[in-house]
């Protein structure tokens, strides 16, 4: 394995309490995810106990308000979090994106007693969350989901399948987008559904081929009762609300990718300078000294794109656009930086006697989560000519 250490990102963070917040995760990264992450994925294993200490850390509600245990940071800064989190280890750093994205309905649109009630248990009290929205057949299509929620009496009654659900089976709340009207977005509710419900259950994780360590999941939903406090704005409002919670999703994912990137690059460089043929270090030979100075390009690229989007969110403008732009980029970009850190590493980089491979296989899920890279496309192209078919 390569020995040389690589240097940490220099980042530009807005405030003193944002460079010690950098420093501690850096610390818990090295101390507490990197020394098992290799072998836990390689054995499929969920590290509930990291999400309990980042938890007690206060790095499970950053965006949020403090009133409700959250850390009052802009988005600039969670998500430079992300990026050194999922440097370290994806499951971990797509997990805090995934539980900041399933407390995202109820922070932005929950009533205040709603507030008051659930959410410092969502945000700082060790709970782990995970958004339902996809299903068997409706995926890029979300708003032609099946699963229905009836009203009975002051309770509403929710039957279906939702599926690709990151947490599912460990997760303790479930925000759910559910139908309880007419076809179509309009007639979708959002509900929060306690992962102890029941009639809630889990179907066995999917088998695939990188981010073994996250489980993924069907989640089943079997006449699970939810009272009528759990509604999550009005009736008919759910799709609005999960799209709106997609746009900052993105960004999650974007700077998740940007890590995954990262590390790859880092892991070149090292292999790089080490590894000698023909008498010198492979990194003397200009065709290797070009791909990693195109590599270093992109990655800068991604992370300038996905800090100016969050910058955007931050000042409260429209981001919508910039947000998909910076998916598309970003996870674009780790898919290309690790496909040529292990063409670097050569016949080593196949292997998993090194890293490489798993950045590998764990960037191209990235292309495809909250949004595939295609819609990425068509959500930008409507913002530059408007919607299809006019």
Not at 156 to 177: E, L, P, S
Not at 209 to 236: C, L, N, W, Y
Not at 358 to 370: D, G, T
């Amino acid at each position: 394995m390569p020995d040389r250490a690589p240097q940490p990102v220099d980042r530009q963070l807005p405030t003193d309490e944002a460079r010690d917040l950098i420093s501690l995760v850096r610390d818990i990264a090295q101390r507490e995810i990197a020394p098992n992450a290799a072998e836990e994925e390689d054995a499929g294993r969920f590290p509930r106990e990291v999400f309990t200490l980042l938890s007690q850390s206060g790095l499970l509600g950053l965006p949020y308000d403090s009133e409700y245990g959250g850390g009052d940071q802009p988005y600039e800064v969670y998500l430079q979090v992300l990026e050194e989190l999922a440097a370290v280890r994806l499951t971990v750093g797509l997990g805090v994106s995934v539980h900041t994205l399933s407390s995202y309905a109820l922070a932005a649109y929950g009533s205040k007693q709603q507030q008051v009630e659930h959410l410092p248990a969502m945000l700082g009290g060790g709970l782990l969350g995970a958004y339902c929205l996809s299903e068997p057949s409706s995926g890029s299509d979300a708003a032609s989901l099946r699963t229905k929620a009836v009203r009975d009496g002051d309770d509403w009654v929710i039957t279906g399948t939702k599926a690709w659900i990151t947490h599912g089976g460990v997760a303790d709340f479930y925000t759910v987008m559910a139908r309880t009207g007419e076809e179509g977005p309009r007639g979708i509710t959002a509900f929060l559904v306690p992962g102890d419900a029941a009639g809630l259950s889990a179907a066995a994780p999917e088998k695939k081929m990188g981010m073994k360590g996250s489980p993924t999941a069907q989640v089943h939903f079997d006449g699970v009762r939810v009272s009528g406090e759990r509604r999550i704005g009005d009736e008919g409002q759910g799709f609005a609300i999960a799209l709106s919670a997609l746009d900052s999703g993105r960004l999650g994912i974007a700077a998740c990718a940007i890590g995954v990137a990262q590390a790859a690059l880092d892991e070149a460089v090292a292999y790089a300078t080490e590894r000698r043929q023909f008498g010198k270090p492979i990194a003397d030979f200009q065709g290797l000294r070009f791909m990693l100075a195109d590599m270093a390009t992109q990655i800068e690229a991604g992370r300038a794109l996905y800090l100016a989007a969050a910058r955007l969110r931050d000042a409260g403008r429209p981001f919508a656009k910039q947000a998909a732009m910076a998916k598309l980029h970003c996870t674009d970009t780790a898919m290309k930086v690790t496909t040529d850190a292990v063409q670097i590493l050569g016949g080593y980089g196949y292997t998993a006697d090194f890293p490489a491979e798993r950045f590998m296989r764990e960037a191209k899920v990235l292309q495809i989560v909250e949004g595939t890279n295609q819609i990425q496309r068509m959500v930008i192209a409507r913002h530059l000519a408007g919607p299809e078919g006019r």
